[in-house]
């Protein structure tokens, strides 16, 4: 019923930035809440930066000031700039997104497939 497709990983040079981007397609009645979240291997996937509707950013303490998320509510996309990219960076990068399929229904939660980024030179 909803898809959420991420685009812009990569491979780049520690230093470096990439700019991933999510759009939600579908059933959509209202979407809440988008984020983005990494799984490196061996770890638990982590909240990397969430912005609610309002465009209120709370973002994981290990990319504050080197990472900023943005969303477009017309075009049902929201962004990761990532810039100052450092070797532990290196993730699976996961869209979510918290969506209401009709007025007066509950919120359910939605995921991409996953971008990979490495951060290697």
């Known amino acids: 019923q909803v898809q959420l497709v991420e685009s812009g990983g990569g491979l780049v040079q520690p230093g470096g930035s990439l700019r991933l981007s999510c759009v939600a397609s579908?059933?959509?009645?209202?979407?809440?809440?988008m984020g983005w979240y990494r799984q490196a291997p061996g770890n638990q996937r982590e909240l990397v930066a969430s912005i609610t509707r309002g465009d209120s950013a709370n973002y994981a303490d290990s990319v504050k000031g080197r990472f900023t998320i943005s969303r477009d509510n017309a075009k049902k996309m929201v962004y990761l700039q990532m810039n100052s990219l450092k070797p532990e960076d290196t993730a699976v990068y996961y869209c979510?997104?918290?969506?209401?399929?009709?007025w007066g229904e509950g919120v359910n939660d939605y995921w991409g497939q996953g971008t990979q980024v490495t951060v290697s030179s």
């Open positions: 979510n997104a918290e969506v209401a399929l009709a």
């Open positions: 579908g059933n959509i009645f209202y979407i809440y809440d």
